[in-house]
């Protein structure tokens, strides 16, 4: 069972940047000798976060919408008051939304729906270099 | 090390269906041969989630307040703006909750608690034909 | 593709202990004969929840007053008036953090960021004894 591991590099605009990474994940798929297996996704560092959303505009600002009201930028964090980056509410959103996605793949093709895409939400304050794992596995 | 897919079909009712699929998914680890090894289950889709809970309907009930608080369906929502589906809380809600779930198997058991169950969550506000993909890998 | 499963055993204090589960996770994959693969945790039971935050106690501490406007501990629970058992908004957290993770490993090690670590959530009311699967596989 082969399994490998790559990189997909993205820059981020920093404010809840949200990235569709699709293509690049289904272009490593078609890579990848693995028909039947899954991806795993995984974003090192803990102010960013991976998750499925329709990527299209509406539904992409409804959800910066709710995670700003449950963590919002303005509001007091004790981890602004200790290292002072104005980064907390970042924190706390990559924390509570997760590092990692799995996604099967049966027949060569990722199991996603027609309107659902995979993306990168960098909850940032400031434009960043990200870096996603990529790995694939199966048979 | 065998990999095997294959998918649970659920008829849901629409407004935030939570569905127990354990019993289903408990079937197919019985079948299998896998006695060490994982199952991975994803949903296909941008408006439905997967997670665990205890499956007694006090607890069940609670899990739906607090998701609606977080995204009302009566909220604004630009995605409905735009396509007029009335369903934008849904796709915030599945956003959030994350499509994917991944349960070690251990001697031929998946790893849950004794009052852990594996539910499904329709939130979509129409009743839906769902197909939860569940691929088992091990040995 | 060897794959083993071994436990962590934690005990917590009650009332949303956040435990860094790090290095001992990091002890199992260097145990490991694994070098490119993945770990996968989970964890056993209804009140508790795996996610990856920069371990500090600012941090920490934000995290915590955020979850707790989701699900407040003293919010009225259907839950808590069925079982009398007051852990209610545990239930909630729980299911809307979920109990698994997934770690790639490359090289030998994980994929996290510097400033990233593995934390265990005990949203539980009472202290436990919590034993989390640690599953690493690969090759």
Redesign the interface.
């Known amino acids: ?1 082969p ?1 490998s ?1 790559t990189h997909i590099f993205v820059q981020t605009t920093g404010g809840t940047d949200i990235v569709d990474l699709t293509p690049q994940i289904q272009m490593q798929v078609k890579k990848s000798p693995v028909k ?3 991806v ?1 996704l ?1 974003i ?3 102010t960013a976060s991976l ?4 990527f ?4 992409v ?3 910066k919408n ?2 700003g ?3 919002p930028e303005d509001g007091h ?7 002072g980056d104005g980064n ?1 509410y970042a ?2 959103r ?11 793949i ?1 027949e060569g093709k990722m ?3 027609t ?2 895409q995979i ?1 990168l939400l960098d909850f940032d304050n400031r434009p960043r270099d990200r870096s996603i ?1 990529v ?1 694939i ?3």
């Open positions: 069972m399994i591991s039947n297996g899954a795993t995984f090192p560092g803990s998750t499925t959303i329709e299209e505009s509406g539904a600002s409804d959800l709710a995670i009201k449950i963590a964090y004790d981890h602004n008051e200790r290292w907390g924190h706390v990559a924390a509570m939304m997760g590092p990692s996605l799995h996604v099967p049966v199991t996603l729906g309107w659902q993306v794992v790995q596995s199966g048979e």
